[in-house]
């Protein structure tokens, strides 16, 4: 059964700082892995999507990476904004049964 | 216009009472899922349905039935509803049932009392 675990739960930064999210899945049978951002009261959006044949996606200040492998993705964000803060997740699988979902990291970015 | 949505935004309920949660997306997508976020704020599978047929059961207790009258729409119906369903309840899209991006609903807000 696939688990997806993010480190950290929750990260607190400056503005300006670049950061680090890391997740890592268990099987490594998957479709893609896709990064969203919550925000409270909100449903999800999608940041990057990178299927299983892809190394990494970048999207403006946003660069997710995925090692397969060794069951690794890292979600990295440039020059941090307060606009950022939100609640991170990672998701693997993808097609027919459906995402497993990271817990999420907690960031805020403080001004 | 929205892509996906739901209606409630929050519904607040009796234990034991029957209750439906709608979805409908005009993305003109095949594959629509239906998630459960608990307190804990994990987020995990329930449903998906592939042009109105089931894919995925998870073990959701058979009080919960979902219904596609089309591939547009994607309907959760539960009941008698417990004080463990008090949950969020995300409908997704998907152009298909081969891993593209998924695009969610903004979430139906359970609170069983």
């Given amino acids: 059964k696939q688990e997806v675990t993010q480190i950290p739960a929750a990260l607190s930064v400056p503005e300006g700082e670049n950061l680090v999210?890391?997740?890592?899945?268990?099987?490594?049978?998957?479709?893609?892995?896709?990064?969203?951002?919550?925000?409270?009261?909100?449903?999800?959006?999608?940041?990057?999507?990178?299927?299983?044949?892809?190394?990494?996606?970048?999207?403006?200040?946003?660069?997710?990476?995925?090692?397969?492998?060794?069951?690794?993705?890292?979600?990295?964000?440039?020059?941090?904004?307060?606009?950022?803060?939100?609640?991170?997740?990672?998701?693997?699988?993808?097609?027919?049964?459906?995402?497993?979902?990271?817990?999420?990291?907690?960031?805020?970015?403080?001004p | 216009d929205t892509a996906v949505s739901q209606t409630p935004k929050y519904l607040v309920t009796q234990m034991g009472n029957d209750k439906s949660i709608k979805c409908e997306q005009n993305l003109g997508h095949d594959t629509m899922y239906w998630y459960k976020q608990d307190s804990k704020k994990f987020l995990k599978i329930m449903f998906s349905y592939n042009n109105k047929e089931l894919i995925i059961n998870e073990t959701v207790p058979n009080r919960f039935s979902p219904k596609s009258p089309d591939k547009a729409h994607l309907n959760l119906h539960i009941n008698s509803l417990e004080l463990g369903d008090s949950a969020v309840y995300f409908c997704a899209s998907s152009p298909t049932q081969g891993g593209e991006k998924l695009f969610f609903g903004s979430g139906t807000q359970l609170s069983v009392l």
């Fill in chain 1, 21 to 110: 999210l890391n997740c890592s899945f268990t099987d490594s049978a998957i479709y893609n892995l896709q990064w969203f951002r919550q925000d409270p009261g909100k449903g999800l959006t999608s940041l990057l999507l990178i299927q299983s044949s892809q190394r990494e996606q970048t999207s403006g200040r946003l660069n997710a990476s995925l090692d397969k492998s060794s069951g690794r993705s890292t979600l990295y964000i440039a020059a941090s904004q307060p606009g950022d803060s939100a609640t991170y997740l990672c998701a693997v699988g993808g097609g027919a049964d459906g995402l497993t979902f990271g817990k999420g990291t907690h960031l805020i970015i403080q």
